[in-house]
């Protein structure tokens, strides 16, 4: 089983995830929001001190709060950067929106454009599905455990929200389609972890999420 850790970063309170693996002693790193030396040296220890090694950096899109550590944490623990090919653009606009929050931008690293819609990676010993659902951004991937019911949903799903969708290259109705189509047949107890806020399930959203 695949234990999923959180941690909070920066002033968008970004949900970083790491998922561990226990038996092997590795985890994978998905949307390191950390922002300044001194989050960054936040992860780095907490990573030393449960004696992990890093083997994978993850994404499920490219807005600025969710790449702030990519730089940094590639360099530090050698990795890849991975997302969607569909995020380049929003990439290449980061510096400008940070600029426009009064923002430092964080030097980005290389990333690797091959994660898709239907991919499945490997980790712990389990699969793990990539699931296309553009409207926040038109390269947002969640990544769906389905032998341990959990979806790390980056802002595409909240508790009783849904992701922004008047930032450039939003599109409300396509996200609105991308949740009803894709996530809503997942299992109602499937828990989400989404990119910012609590944890929530599918099926409390079906009941509770005004905006669907």
């Not at 989050?39 to 499920?60: A, D, N, S």
């Not at 947002?140 to 849904?162: H, Q, V």
């Not at 990119?195 to 005004?210: A, D, F, L, Q, Y």
Request: net charge negative; with cysteine.
């Amino acid at each position: 089983m695949i234990r999923v850790h959180t941690q909070v970063y920066s002033p968008f309170m970004e949900n970083t995830y790491i998922l561990v693996d226990e038996q092997n002693n590795t985890c994978v790193i998905l949307d390191p929001g950390c922002y300044g030396s001194s989050e960054e040296g936040r992860i780095t220890r907490w990573i030393e001190q449960e004696k992990l090694r890093p083997v994978g950096l993850w994404h499920t899109h490219g807005h600025l709060d969710h790449v702030f550590g990519s730089g940094y944490l590639a360099q530090a623990f050698d990795l890849r950067a991975r997302i969607n090919p569909l995020e380049k653009p929003v990439l290449v606009a980061m510096p400008q929106i940070a600029e426009l929050y009064g923002l430092k931008a964080r030097a980005l690293p290389e990333f690797d454009f091959d994660l898709h819609d239907g991919d499945i990676l490997q980790f712990g010993g389990r699969e793990i599905k990539l699931l296309w659902v553009p409207g926040h951004s038109p390269g947002s991937i969640c990544f769906y455990c389905k032998e341990d019911n959990w979806l790390i949903g980056g802002d595409a799903l909240f508790r009783e929200s849904i992701g922004r969708t008047d930032l450039p290259l939003g599109n409300h109705q396509q996200l609105l389609d991308s949740i009803s189509q894709v996530l809503w047949p997942l299992p109602d107890d499937t828990l989400v972890y989404p990119g910012h806020g609590p944890v929530t399930t599918i099926g409390h959203e079906k009941m509770h999420n005004p905006f669907l």
